[in-house]
T-cell receptor, first 114, second 111 residues
C-alpha cells in the first residue's frame, strides 16, 4: 500500500451521468495530483493542488471538475463525458509541488464511458 | 526502450537473467529521475530514483544508471523473477516544474 486510496476502483457511466472520483492520502503530503492514463499515451497530468489551492490545470475539458476540500482529500467530478474519456484515472501525492521528488500513486479508478 | 507511439515496447527475459530497461529523456535541465513499476490493475509503484549529481544508484536488486551526456536512463534488474513482470516507466523533473512521464516498457519474465 502506498498510503493513497481511490474509490471507486471501477466505474461505468453513461454520457449523461454525473459521478465523482475520490482520492485520499494518509501521508501528510501537501500536494495532490490527478492523472489520466490511456492505453496509447504516457501519463497525462490533469490537475495539481498545493495546500488545497489549484496550481495547474493542463487544458482539461470543463466536463472534468476537480475539488480539494483539504490537503488529504481530492475529488474529480465528472459530467457529460465522452467515450474517449474512458481511461484509468490516477491520483498521486507528494510532499510538495515540485518535479524533484517522488510521487505516490493510488490504485486508480478504471472509468468506462458508454 | 521508451515508448513514443501507439504500442508499448516489450522486453522478454528468462527467469534468473538480468533485465535492462532503457529510457531516453528530453530535457537537459532535468535534475531528478525516477522509475516506476506498474502491475496490471494497479497504480504505479516507486522503484528507485536518482539525482543528476549521481550517475549510479543501487537498490535491492535494482540499479539505475544516468548518462547525462546522451540523456539516457536505464534500470537494471538483477536475477529477474516472475513477480517483476509489469510495465516500467521513467519520469524526469526539476524543481519548479512537474514530473514528465515516459510511455513505458513491458517486461515479461519467462519461467
Amino acid at each position: 500500500e502506498t498510503g493513497v486510496t481511490q474509490t471507486p476502483r471501477h466505474l461505468v457511466m453513461g454520457m449523461t451521468n454525473k459521478k465523482s472520483l475520490k482520492c485520499e492520502q494518509h501521508l501528510g503530503h501537501n500536494a495532490m495530483y490527478w492523472y489520466k492514463q490511456s492505453a496509447k499515451k504516457p501519463l497525462e497530468l490533469m490537475f495539481v493542488y498545493s495546500l488545497e489551492e489549484r496550481v495547474e490545470n493542463n487544458s482539461v475539458p470543463s466536463r472534468f471538475s476537480p475539488e480539494c476540500p483539504n490537503s488529504s482529500h481530492l475529488f474529480l467530478h465528472l459530467h457529460t463525458l465522452q467515450p474517449e474519456d474512458s481511461a484509468l484515472y490516477l491520483c498521486a501525492s507528494s510532499q510538495e509541488v515540485t518535479g524533484s521528488m517522488k510521487q505516490y500513486f493510488g490504485p486508480g479508478t478504471r472509468l468506462t464511458v458508454t | 526502450g521508451e515508448s513514443v507511439g501507439l504500442h508499448l515496447p516489450t522486453l522478454s527475459v528468462q527467469e534468473g537473467d538480468n533485465s535492462i530497461i532503457n529510457c531516453a529523456y528530453s530535457n537537459s535541465a532535468s535534475d531528478y529521475f525516477i522509475w516506476y513499476k506498474q502491475e496490471s490493475g494497479k497504480g504505479p509503484q516507486f522503484i528507485i530514483d536518482i539525482r543528476s549529481n549521481m550517475d549510479k544508484r543501487q537498490g535491492q536488486r535494482v540499479t539505475v544508471l544516468l548518462n547525462k551526456t546522451v540523456k539516457h536512463l536505464s534500470l537494471q534488474i538483477a536475477a529477474t523473477q516472475p513477480g517483476d513482470s509489469a510495465v516500467y516507466f521513467c519520469a524526469e523533473g526539476q524543481a519548479g516544474n512537474m514530473l514528465t512521464f515516459g510511455g513505458g516498457t513491458r517486461l515479461m519474465v519467462k519461467p
